[in-house]
């Protein structure tokens, strides 16, 4: 069974520094595409970043660009998203999504990887609050 844990969040003051992980079980991190999502109060979820595992890039939302940095440990099977200077505009609730990886995938990666459609298993969120 695939399983997505995200842990990390909390209360972090504006200009500070949270870094979020999202474990994964069940399947190969390496064949896998996955996302940093986030939603906040009355808003619609919007997707922050993501990483193909197999081949490394990365994609990010121009919002956070220059901030955040994501990464994966394939050996942990563990993504990670080090949020820098943030924003009081960062709260929310910060989920991971996976999706399983092919080469169609990555070569259309970079139009559809911030839409929600594109991934099929998804973990609890964390929050992120930042205080102004």
């Known amino acids: 069974e695939v399983q997505l844990q995200a842990s990390g969040g909390g209360l972090v003051q504006a200009g500070g520094s949270l870094r979020l992980s999202c474990a994964a079980s069940?399947?190969?991190?390496?064949?896998?595409?996955i996302g940093w999502f986030r939603q906040a109060p009355g808003k619609e979820r919007e997707g922050v970043s993501c990483i193909s595992a197999s081949d490394g890039r990365t994609y990010y939302a121009d919002s956070v660009k220059g901030r955040f940095t994501i990464s994966s440990d394939n050996a942990k099977n563990t993504v990670y998203l080090q949020m820098n200077s943030l924003k009081p505009e960062d709260t929310a609730v910060y989920y991971c999504?996976?999706?399983?990886?092919?080469?169609?995938?990555?070569?259309?990666?970079?139009?559809?990887?911030?839409?929600?459609?594109?991934?099929?298993?998804w973990g609890q969120g964390t929050q992120v609050t930042v205080s102004s």
């Open positions: 999504a996976v999706r399983p990886s092919d080469r169609s995938l990555r070569l259309r990666l970079w139009l559809i990887w911030y839409n929600v459609r594109t991934y099929d298993t």
């Open positions: 069940g399947f190969t991190f390496d064949d896998y595409v």
